[in-house]
């Protein structure tokens, strides 16, 4: 039966309360507990309240409140940047510093990934003939000979064309076995600006943001920028913490499909990021999918994020977060009372003008949209809408159910609540 609290979190989902309830009803039968999404209700409205006193605010309005926020959010990156030694990624030693402090506060920092003498064969077979011309290239050899492998591999999906890597050279992914890969270290490497310029321009405008990573090799890079964007430390402090859990969490899936007949494909898959189609779930409440990306970006109103599902994405987020709250707790000062265990957490505040804006406390969306001037009214709030998903479960769960069910049916895009 719908209830208040039922309607206030679909309506945080954008999701319809009638198939919300019975999916929650569903759950309550599953797993015999009761009450959880009340009792979540009542801790999210408690630490709205917290946030609120930390803040020195009581009834605010939103323009109020996110005034208060992107303080905030300034001054723990300024914080974070002092305690690191002012680590400006604008060179390749600030950013290379500024990873390492990070990597410092990671226990798992190994894993199961592709070998390098594979990595090589691979690109024997199909030369990069887009990055060779813009190094001076002829012959591959030579190339292999003088430039960092995993340099280039950073490079492919910016340089080569699209086509080709997906139909050409990820193909040959399929024909990968569990021979191919090995136990090794989590590797990150800082981009020579200069000599990867083509990469940094395409990197840049096509993410935003200079870092990402290759899962199949267990990399994190990132390519320095020219200027200092504001609250940029925190930004890639918690990215760096983001990309280390997902390269390890994609190393469990490579370890967990090793055995399996058809783990190339599922290489394949989770390179690509495959997601799975709505009709997988068939409206049985029953059935949740499982969403590797945030789709939200790229169509707001793709109708699987109102479908129940769990997210990758907002688990490593989660991680991140809770590297800075190791930190907090390490470090008194810092100030980050009002992001302890927020990330699923929103409420409705009036505008000066009488409207009501849902306003969230994800950490990663407050920080991105300090980061890129956004006007309240168009603050993010997609991190926000997949934590809640995945805190849902988690509830009716665990954290390790979460991660276990990720692991073992990202390939098949879907799962049964039944059989968790």
């Given amino acids: 039966m719908r209830t208040t609290v039922t309607e206030f979190f679909a309506h945080q989902l954008s999701t319809d309360p009638d198939i919300f309830t019975r999916g929650i009803e569903q759950l309550e039968y599953v797993t015999d507990k009761k009450n959880v999404l009340e009792n979540l209700f009542e801790e999210n409205q408690e630490k709205v309240k917290n946030i609120l006193s930390h803040l020195k605010l009581t009834y605010p309005t939103v323009e109020e409140l996110y005034t208060e ?12 940047f002092e305690l690191l ?9 600030g950013c290379a510093n500024l990873i390492s402090s990070v990597l410092a506060l990671h226990r798992d920092r190994a894993g199961f990934f592709l070998k390098r003498k594979v990595a090589e064969e691979l690109m024997r077979r199909n030369p990069p003939q887009n990055i060779m011309k ?41 024909k990968l076995t569990k021979d191919d890969f090995e136990s090794r270290p989590i590797e990150i490497r800082v981009l020579e600006a200069k000599k990867w ?6 990197f840049l405008h096509k993410k935003l943001h200079p870092m990402s990573h290759l899962k199949e090799l267990g990399m994190i890079f990132v390519v320095p920028g020219e200027k200092m964007r504001d609250v940029l430390t925190l930004y890639l402090f918690g990215m760096t913490s983001h990309y280390l859990d997902e390269v390890n969490l994609y190393s469990n899936y490579f370890k967990y499909y090793s055995e ?17 189609a709505i009709s997988l779930s068939k409206g049985d409440p029953n059935k949740w999918l499982v969403i590797q990306r945030y789709l939200f970006k790229e169509d707001p109103k793709d109708p699987r994020l109102a479908t129940p599902h769990i997210n990758p994405e907002a688990l490593y ?22 992001w302890k265990h927020s990330n699923y957490v929103a409420v409705w505040f009036p505008t000066k003008d009488g409207d009501q804006i849902l306003t969230n406390f994800n950490l990663m969306d407050n920080i991105m949209s300090v980061m890129n001037s956004l006007h309240y009214k168009d603050w993010y709030n997609y991190h926000f809408h997949e934590a809640l998903w995945n805190k849902i479960f988690m509830k009716f769960f665990s954290v390790e159910k979460l991660e276990t069910t990720v692991v073992k049916h990202l390939s098949d895009g879907w799962f049964d609540i039944r059989k968790v």
Wanted: aromatic content about 10%.
């Fill in 69 to 80: 926020v992107e303080k905030n959010v300034q001054y723990l990156d300024n914080q974070i």
């Fill in 85 to 93: 030694d002012k680590p400006v990624c604008t060179s390749n030693e």
């Fill in 134 to 174: 813009e190094l001076g290239y002829n012959d591959v050899e030579e190339m292999l000979e003088r430039e960092e492998l995993f340099e280039i591999y950073a490079a492919l999906r910016f340089m080569e064309d699209r086509d080709w890597l997906n139909n050409t050279y990820i193909a040959e992914y399929r």
């Fill in 197 to 202: 310029k083509r990469v940094t321009d395409a």
């Fill in 260 to 276: 399996d007949p058809s783990f190339g494909e599922k290489i394949v898959s989770a390179i690509r990021g495959d997601v799975p």
């Fill in 317 to 338: 987020h989660r991680g991140s977060s809770h590297t800075l709250l190791k930190m907090a707790k390490i470090i008194p000062n810092l100030d980050y009372e009002i």
